[in-house]
Protein backbone atom coordinates (compact mmCIF):
# COMPACT_ATOMS: atom_id res chain seq x y z
CA UNK A 1 0.00 0.00 0.00
CA UNK A 2 1.27 3.37 -1.06
CA UNK A 3 1.82 5.86 1.74
CA UNK A 4 0.62 9.59 1.24
CA UNK A 5 2.89 12.14 2.30
CA UNK A 6 2.40 15.81 2.68
CA UNK A 7 5.05 18.31 0.48
CA UNK A 8 6.56 19.28 3.56
CA UNK A 9 7.48 15.56 4.87
CA UNK A 10 8.15 14.69 0.78
CA UNK A 11 10.92 17.42 0.86
CA UNK A 12 11.87 16.63 4.30
CA UNK A 13 12.40 13.39 3.38
CA UNK A 14 14.35 13.78 0.60
CA UNK A 15 16.49 16.26 1.90
CA UNK A 16 17.19 14.43 5.37
CA UNK A 17 16.44 10.96 4.72
CA UNK A 18 15.36 8.69 7.58
CA UNK A 19 14.98 4.84 7.98
CA UNK A 20 13.53 3.22 11.28
CA UNK A 21 16.14 2.74 14.31
CA UNK A 22 14.70 -0.57 14.88
CA UNK A 23 13.95 -2.74 11.02
CA UNK A 24 16.11 0.51 8.87
CA UNK A 25 12.53 0.50 6.79
CA UNK A 26 12.73 4.20 5.10
CA UNK A 27 10.07 6.31 7.00
CA UNK A 28 7.20 8.34 5.37
CA UNK A 29 7.65 11.47 7.06
CA UNK A 30 10.05 12.96 9.69
CA UNK A 31 9.60 12.27 12.88
CA UNK A 32 11.20 13.14 16.22
CA UNK A 33 10.85 9.46 17.23
CA UNK A 34 12.67 7.24 13.71
CA UNK A 35 10.40 4.06 14.83
CA UNK A 36 7.94 2.82 12.20
CA UNK A 37 4.67 2.15 12.69
CA UNK A 38 4.95 -1.44 11.49
CA UNK A 39 7.57 -2.21 14.82
CA UNK A 40 5.19 -0.14 17.52
CA UNK A 41 2.20 -2.51 16.01
CA UNK A 42 4.67 -5.31 16.37
CA UNK A 43 5.02 -5.02 20.27
CA UNK A 44 1.86 -6.59 21.98
CA UNK A 45 1.05 -7.33 25.78
CA UNK A 46 2.48 -9.90 27.74
CA UNK A 47 -0.38 -13.03 27.45
CA UNK A 48 -0.69 -16.09 29.81
CA UNK A 49 -0.89 -16.91 32.95
CA UNK A 50 1.55 -14.45 35.36
CA UNK A 51 2.75 -14.90 38.90
CA UNK A 52 0.19 -12.82 41.07
CA UNK A 53 3.08 -11.34 43.10
CA UNK A 54 5.96 -10.94 40.44
CA UNK A 55 4.13 -11.39 36.95
CA UNK A 56 6.65 -14.24 36.14
CA UNK A 57 4.77 -16.31 33.45
CA UNK A 58 3.48 -19.54 35.47
CA UNK A 59 4.66 -22.93 33.00
CA UNK A 60 1.88 -25.53 34.84
CA UNK A 61 -1.75 -25.55 35.12
CA UNK A 62 -3.12 -23.31 37.90
CA UNK A 63 -6.28 -23.91 39.79
CA UNK A 64 -8.88 -21.78 40.45
CA UNK A 65 -9.66 -21.03 43.87
CA UNK A 66 -5.75 -21.91 45.72
CA UNK A 67 -3.96 -18.92 46.49
CA UNK A 68 -0.95 -20.86 46.14
CA UNK A 69 -1.25 -22.12 42.34
CA UNK A 70 -1.42 -18.49 41.29
CA UNK A 71 2.41 -18.42 42.80
CA UNK A 72 5.57 -18.74 41.11
CA UNK A 73 8.13 -20.93 43.31
CA UNK A 74 10.15 -18.20 44.02
CA UNK A 75 7.53 -16.07 45.13
CA UNK A 76 5.83 -19.18 47.12
CA UNK A 77 9.27 -19.72 49.01
CA UNK A 78 10.70 -16.29 49.45
CA UNK A 79 7.91 -13.31 49.28
CA UNK A 80 9.43 -10.56 48.03
CA UNK A 81 8.67 -7.41 49.93
CA UNK A 82 6.92 -5.53 47.22
CA UNK A 83 3.23 -6.63 46.98
CA UNK A 84 2.86 -7.22 42.77
CA UNK A 85 4.63 -6.72 39.66
CA UNK A 86 2.82 -5.72 36.75
CA UNK A 87 4.57 -5.49 33.00
CA UNK A 88 3.02 -3.79 29.59
CA UNK A 89 4.41 -6.69 27.64
CA UNK A 90 7.62 -9.70 27.10
CA UNK A 91 11.76 -8.28 27.18
CA UNK A 92 12.06 -9.73 23.62
CA UNK A 93 11.57 -8.41 19.94
CA UNK A 94 10.48 -5.36 18.88
CA UNK A 95 10.23 -4.23 22.94
CA UNK A 96 13.43 -5.24 23.88
CA UNK A 97 15.10 -3.24 20.57
CA UNK A 98 12.68 -0.14 21.30
CA UNK A 99 13.95 -0.26 25.33
CA UNK A 100 17.14 -0.58 24.30
CA UNK A 101 17.00 2.45 21.33
CA UNK A 102 16.17 4.66 24.65
CA UNK A 103 18.47 3.92 26.82
CA UNK A 104 21.64 2.63 24.86
CA UNK A 105 20.91 5.13 21.74
CA UNK A 106 19.63 8.01 23.86
CA UNK A 107 16.62 7.90 21.89
CA UNK A 108 14.39 10.12 24.79
CA UNK A 109 11.59 10.94 22.56
CA UNK A 110 10.42 7.52 22.66
CA UNK A 111 9.77 7.65 25.96
CA UNK A 112 6.72 8.88 25.53
CA UNK A 113 5.09 6.32 23.63
CA UNK A 114 6.71 3.23 25.69
CA UNK A 115 5.28 5.47 28.71
CA UNK A 116 2.12 5.02 27.20
CA UNK A 117 2.16 1.27 27.33
CA UNK A 118 4.04 1.42 30.76
CA UNK A 119 0.71 3.26 31.48
CA UNK A 120 -1.50 0.43 30.45
CA UNK A 121 0.24 -2.10 32.66
CA UNK A 122 0.00 0.00 35.90
CA UNK A 123 -3.69 -0.05 35.10
CA UNK A 124 -3.77 -3.45 35.61
CA UNK A 125 -3.30 -2.93 39.63
CA UNK A 126 -6.83 -0.77 39.61
CA UNK A 127 -9.19 -1.23 40.92
CA UNK A 128 -7.46 -2.74 44.11
CA UNK A 129 -4.34 -0.64 43.78
CA UNK A 130 -4.50 2.50 46.40
CA UNK A 131 -6.35 5.91 45.31
CA UNK A 132 -3.08 7.73 46.06
CA UNK A 133 0.40 6.81 45.45
CA UNK A 134 4.30 8.16 45.46
CA UNK A 135 5.54 6.94 41.90
CA UNK A 136 9.63 6.19 42.54
CA UNK A 137 11.28 5.33 39.44
CA UNK A 138 14.61 3.03 40.26
CA UNK A 139 17.55 5.33 40.67
CA UNK A 140 20.70 5.30 38.70
CA UNK A 141 23.93 6.16 40.64
CA UNK A 142 24.91 9.24 40.06
CA UNK A 143 28.17 8.34 37.92
CA UNK A 144 25.93 6.52 35.79
CA UNK A 145 23.03 8.99 34.99
CA UNK A 146 25.97 11.68 34.28
CA UNK A 147 27.26 8.98 31.40
CA UNK A 148 24.09 8.21 29.77
CA UNK A 149 22.24 11.89 30.31
CA UNK A 150 19.39 10.75 31.57
CA UNK A 151 17.47 8.41 33.75
CA UNK A 152 14.99 5.88 31.36
CA UNK A 153 13.08 4.58 34.26
CA UNK A 154 11.96 8.53 35.26
CA UNK A 155 11.22 8.88 32.13
CA UNK A 156 9.24 6.52 31.24
CA UNK A 157 7.46 7.62 34.70
CA UNK A 158 6.84 10.87 34.07
CA UNK A 159 5.24 9.79 29.94
CA UNK A 160 2.88 6.96 32.36
CA UNK A 161 2.07 9.75 34.54
CA UNK A 162 1.08 11.47 31.77
CA UNK A 163 -1.27 9.16 29.97
CA UNK A 164 -3.13 7.99 33.40
CA UNK A 165 -3.96 11.62 34.27
CA UNK A 166 -6.23 11.38 30.85
CA UNK A 167 -7.35 8.26 31.33
CA UNK A 168 -7.57 7.96 35.04
CA UNK A 169 -8.05 11.71 36.71
CA UNK A 170 -9.19 10.39 39.71
CA UNK A 171 -6.00 8.11 40.20
CA UNK A 172 -3.49 10.51 42.25
CA UNK A 173 -0.22 9.61 41.30
CA UNK A 174 2.66 11.94 42.34
CA UNK A 175 6.64 11.74 40.83
CA UNK A 176 9.05 11.58 43.58
CA UNK A 177 12.20 10.76 41.58
CA UNK A 178 14.44 11.85 44.46
CA UNK A 179 13.04 9.71 47.12
CA UNK A 180 15.59 6.83 46.53
CA UNK A 181 18.82 6.83 45.66
CA UNK A 182 21.94 4.35 44.72
CA UNK A 183 24.57 4.29 46.90
CA UNK A 184 27.07 2.70 44.88
CA UNK A 185 27.73 2.21 41.39
CA UNK A 186 26.86 -1.43 41.26
CA UNK A 187 27.73 -3.76 38.34
CA UNK A 188 25.16 -3.80 35.35
CA UNK A 189 22.67 -6.78 35.56
CA UNK A 190 22.85 -7.88 32.30
CA UNK A 191 24.61 -11.09 31.52
CA UNK A 192 24.69 -12.13 35.73
CA UNK A 193 23.50 -14.98 37.19
CA UNK A 194 20.23 -14.61 39.66
CA UNK A 195 22.49 -15.32 42.41
CA UNK A 196 25.12 -12.12 41.13
CA UNK A 197 21.92 -10.47 40.57
CA UNK A 198 20.88 -10.34 43.87
CA UNK A 199 24.54 -10.08 45.72
CA UNK A 200 24.93 -6.78 43.17
CA UNK A 201 22.13 -5.26 44.57
CA UNK A 202 22.10 -5.99 47.95
CA UNK A 203 22.08 -2.71 50.42
CA UNK A 204 22.15 -1.12 46.80
CA UNK A 205 19.35 1.24 48.37
CA UNK A 206 18.42 3.85 50.97
CA UNK A 207 15.39 6.43 51.43
CA UNK A 208 16.76 9.91 50.95
CA UNK A 209 13.90 11.23 53.05
CA UNK A 210 12.35 8.44 55.22
CA UNK A 211 8.97 11.15 55.85
CA UNK A 212 8.30 11.40 52.55
CA UNK A 213 7.66 7.78 52.22
CA UNK A 214 6.45 6.80 55.68
CA UNK A 215 3.26 5.75 55.77
CA UNK A 216 2.55 6.08 51.58
CA UNK A 217 1.49 3.86 49.33
CA UNK A 218 4.89 3.51 46.48
CA UNK A 219 4.93 2.31 42.82
CA UNK A 220 8.14 1.55 41.87
CA UNK A 221 8.79 1.93 37.94
CA UNK A 222 11.43 0.14 35.88
CA UNK A 223 12.25 -0.57 32.18
CA UNK A 224 12.93 -4.26 32.51
CA UNK A 225 11.99 -6.51 35.82
CA UNK A 226 14.08 -9.90 34.90
CA UNK A 227 14.90 -12.16 38.49
CA UNK A 228 13.64 -9.40 40.76
CA UNK A 229 16.84 -8.71 42.37
CA UNK A 230 16.39 -5.06 41.42
CA UNK A 231 12.75 -4.83 42.51
CA UNK A 232 13.28 -6.60 45.73
CA UNK A 233 16.23 -4.70 47.15
CA UNK A 234 14.44 -1.54 46.17
CA UNK A 235 11.17 -2.79 47.47
CA UNK A 236 12.73 -4.07 51.18
CA UNK A 237 14.42 -0.05 51.37
CA UNK A 238 10.75 1.54 51.02
CA UNK A 239 9.31 -0.80 53.11
CA UNK A 240 12.30 -0.11 55.48
CA UNK A 241 11.84 3.09 55.39
CA UNK A 242 8.04 3.04 56.44
CA UNK A 243 6.02 2.80 52.69
CA UNK A 244 2.57 1.18 53.82
CA UNK A 245 3.04 -0.78 50.42
CA UNK A 246 5.39 -0.89 47.43
CA UNK A 247 3.65 -1.80 43.85
CA UNK A 248 5.78 -2.43 41.15
CA UNK A 249 5.44 -1.72 37.20
CA UNK A 250 7.76 -2.37 34.38
CA UNK A 251 7.62 -1.70 30.71
CA UNK A 252 8.89 -5.18 29.99
CA UNK A 253 8.89 -8.50 31.96
CA UNK A 254 11.78 -10.97 31.13
CA UNK A 255 10.82 -14.61 31.13
CA UNK A 256 12.65 -15.92 34.22
CA UNK A 257 15.50 -18.74 33.29
CA UNK A 258 14.92 -20.76 36.16
CA UNK A 259 11.15 -20.59 36.16
CA UNK A 260 10.80 -24.28 36.63
CA UNK A 261 14.16 -24.81 39.50
CA UNK A 262 13.64 -27.60 41.86
CA UNK A 263 12.70 -27.89 45.45
CA UNK A 264 16.52 -27.70 46.46
CA UNK A 265 17.01 -24.20 44.38
CA UNK A 266 13.96 -22.84 45.72
CA UNK A 267 15.11 -23.29 48.79
CA UNK A 268 18.81 -22.21 48.68
CA UNK A 269 16.84 -18.79 46.68
CA UNK A 270 14.65 -18.21 50.05
CA UNK A 271 17.41 -18.48 52.34
CA UNK A 272 19.32 -16.06 49.83
CA UNK A 273 16.53 -14.02 49.65
CA UNK A 274 15.98 -14.16 53.60
CA UNK A 275 19.64 -13.57 54.03
CA UNK A 276 19.76 -10.52 51.91
CA UNK A 277 16.73 -9.10 53.96
CA UNK A 278 18.74 -8.88 57.20
CA UNK A 279 22.36 -7.77 55.54
CA UNK A 280 20.41 -5.21 54.14
CA UNK A 281 18.72 -4.46 57.74
CA UNK A 282 22.15 -4.81 59.67
CA UNK A 283 24.12 -2.45 57.51
CA UNK A 284 21.54 0.62 57.57
CA UNK A 285 22.80 3.97 58.03
CA UNK A 286 20.85 7.57 58.52
CA UNK A 287 19.71 8.77 55.72
CA UNK A 288 20.41 11.79 53.98
CA UNK A 289 17.24 14.21 54.20
CA UNK A 290 16.15 14.51 49.91
CA UNK A 291 13.13 16.70 48.14
CA UNK A 292 9.42 14.82 48.21
CA UNK A 293 8.71 14.76 44.33
CA UNK A 294 5.77 16.07 42.51
CA UNK A 295 3.76 15.25 39.51
CA UNK A 296 6.15 17.59 37.27
CA UNK A 297 9.29 17.83 38.44
CA UNK A 298 12.21 19.61 36.32
CA UNK A 299 14.57 16.88 35.25
Not at 32 to 55: D, H, N, T
Not at 118 to 126: D, S, W
Not at 233 to 254: E, N, P
Not at 255 to 271: G, K
Request: aromatic share 4%; proline share 6%; net charge positive.
Amino acid sequence: MRVLRSPVDAIGSALLPASCTLCGSPLPRLSPVPICEACWFEISVQLGKVCLRCGDALDGPVVEGIEAAHLCRACRIAPPAFARAVSYGTYDGRLREAIHALKYDRLRPAARKLGEMLAGAIAQLLPDAPAEMLVVPVPLHRTKNRQRGFNQARALAQAAIDALVRSHPEWKLTLASRTLMRLRATETQAGLTPTQRRKNVRGAFKVSDTAAVRGRHVLLVDDILTTGATARAAAQALIKAGAASVYVATLARARRINSNVSSDQASRFAQNAFADMHSSSSSHQPAQRGEEGCRSEKP
